[in-house]
């Protein structure tokens, strides 16, 4: 279904005003890593802080309980070793976490303009986009030039968002990368071997390839750019994280979010026009 022009207009102008304020923490953060004392950065550093709540809460629509208020919250904490929130994280590491909540907002609204539904003014909440988007039919996936593999990647995609709302954060990060390898195995294998000379790839066929090897090639190619470079570590060895193991990969909710950040990028790349 053709999304709403009246709402695509308020995507667009909340993802402008997320971007002014990644912009500008990128700015402080690096006048705070350099001069962390300095009284000039730390006045300008609270009220972007205070700017970003005001934007948080108007996409959590008010709900503290809302994740993205969670992330928000949680942001300025730091963890002892048994695991317990206290106060006292580093202005230059508390900047940097707040660009994270501000590039999960990104990645959320960018994922639902294809035609979905969306966080529109601010009476309006982010959850119940999410919502009105995981209950819609799948329209994603109308890039991947293998017919056979669109139904399966649409599939794994809200199952992904499903884990996400249930914590299952190990399962969700293995199903972001397994549909990000998809996606960019089809693309590569659409391009071809001697069409992918130029980017330098390794002997053998692609399917050998490794997960790792398979972005970087599709990066040298120009088929996506470098958004696979936020990939956490965790992500990129998600072949070795079996079910059976999901407790020692350990994967906490950021790492499951950035995977998925990082996914809807890549489906930017090989879909302009979304």
Same mark, same amino acid.
């Given at each position: ?35 962390? $004392? *300095? /009284? !000039?950065?730390? @006045?300008?550093?609270? =009220?972007? &802080? %205070? ?70 003014? $601010? *009476? /309006? !909440?982010?959850? @119940?986009?999410?919502? =009105?988007? &995981? %209950? ?73 390839? !490794? ?64």
């Amino acid at each position: 279904m053709p999304i709403d022009e009246n709402l695509r207009g308020q995507i667009e102008t909340y993802l402008s005003h997320l971007d002014g304020l990644i912009s500008r923490g990128c700015q402080l953060r690096d006048a705070l890593t350099t001069d962390p $004392s *300095s /009284a !000039s950065p730390i @006045a300008a550093t609270r =009220a972007w &802080q %205070e700017d970003c709540g005001v934007t948080i809460n108007q996409l959590s629509g008010g709900s503290k309980a809302h994740w993205l208020a969670r992330s928000f919250s949680e942001a300025f904490l730091m963890r002892s070793k048994d695991g317990r929130a206290v106060e006292g994280a580093e202005p230059a590491e508390i900047v940097t976490r707040l660009i994270d909540v501000l590039e999960q907002a990104v990645a959320t609204l960018s994922g639902m303009g294809d035609g979905t539904s969306a966080a529109g003014s $601010s *009476s /309006a !909440s982010l959850s @119940a986009s999410q919502s =009105a988007a &995981q %209950e819609a039919p799948p329209q994603r996936f109308d890039f991947v030039h293998n017919p056979e593999l669109r139904p399966i990647v649409e599939q794994a995609y809200l199952d992904c968002r499903r884990a996400l709302e249930q914590e299952n954060y190990d399962l969700a990060l293995r199903t972001s990368c397994g549909i990000l390898e998809a996606i960019v195995t089809d693309a590569l294998a659409d391009k071809g071997l001697g069409a992918l000379a130029a980017a330098s790839p390794p002997p053998g066929n692609i399917a050998d390839w !490794s997960f790792n090897t398979r972005l970087a090639v599709a990066e040298k190619a120009g088929l996506i750019r470098n958004g696979c470079a936020r990939l956490p570590a965790v992500a990129r060895t998600y072949r070795d994280h079996s079910d059976a193991e999901s407790g020692k990969a350990a994967v906490s909710e950021r790492e499951a979010r950035q995977a998925g950040q990082v996914l809807n990028v890549v489906m930017r790349d090989l879909d302009p026009g979304r």
